[in-house]
């Protein structure tokens, strides 16, 4: 649980961090393109830490359901930004591509490191 809160402390520094470097204009897409990878990198984490520690035997069944509804989730969430939520398409893009990776990355690197302790 405390990776999820690291996770979401250094997503909104970095979201501040990139708003004070470049001006406030881009912040609501910037804040936008962070909030739905940083919630479904959380919730992910969260899920997967409580799985494996558990029910390791569940945890594939649990990261096949959870892509298929982050496929949805973020193609809905990009679709309503854009067209509903009015975000200038190539800050937002930008941002989201750029959590997207780090926050998964950073899940990727949590698994290995939580696979490696037993």
Known sequence: M???????????????????????RAGVEIACGMLAPLAAASVSWVLTE???????????ALMMTAFAVKIVFFGAYVAVMLKAG?????????????????????????????????
């Open 50 to 60: 409580r799985t494996y520690m558990r029910r390791p035997e569940q945890l594939t």
């Open 86 to 118: 009015g975000l200038r398409p190539v800050p937002f893009v930008a941002s989201f591509t750029g959590y997207f990776i780090a926050l998964y990355l950073v899940e990727a690197l949590l698994m290995r490191h939580m696979f490696r302790r037993d």
């Open 2 to 24: 405390k990776e999820a809160a690291w996770m979401a402390a250094a997503s909104v520094a970095s979201a501040a961090a990139v708003v004070a470097a470049r001006g406030g």
